[in-house]
């Protein structure tokens, strides 16, 4: 996945940053939060009841208010394009990481090590076009 962000213009929420629509946003945060609900790690079968659950549009992204003009907000989400689009760059980038073994998906801070890799590398390309 790639990321193209404004060092000028960051936004404060991560989401902002790497996912394109706000839709995508959305959902990687409700995983995120279904996950860290679930001690930061879930089983597959509960990853694929979590991306049912959001093809049926039983997702619920607002809870109802105590006013009728706070209704129940939904939310539905292709489950191929929540696994192509939401769970794999994810898992690519290191936010999320699969055991194979256990067969659980687990929060993970690969993301930030990863980002302080690339970092590490803009700097050694620096010094060698600075040396020659």
Do not use: C
Not at 12 to 28: C, G, L, Y
């Amino acid at each position: 996945m790639v990321i193209l962000f404004d060092q000028y213009n960051l936004p404060e929420d991560i989401f902002k940053i790497i996912f394109a629509t706000e839709q995508q946003e959305i959902v990687a945060k409700m995983l995120l939060k279904y996950m860290w609900q679930n001690s930061g790690e879930i089983g597959k079968t509960e990853m694929g009841v979590f991306a049912t659950r959001l093809d049926a549009g039983e997702a619920v992204i607002q809870e109802k208010g105590k006013s009728p003009l706070q209704p129940e907000m939904r939310l539905s989400y292709n489950k191929k394009q929540f696994y192509d689009r939401i769970l794999t760059p994810m898992r690519g980038m290191g936010m999320i990481e699969y055991d194979l073994y256990k067969k659980t998906y687990r929060v993970s801070d690969r993301f930030n090590k990863m980002m302080i890799k690339v970092g590490l590398m803009w700097l050694r390309e620096l010094e060698r076009k600075g040396k020659s």
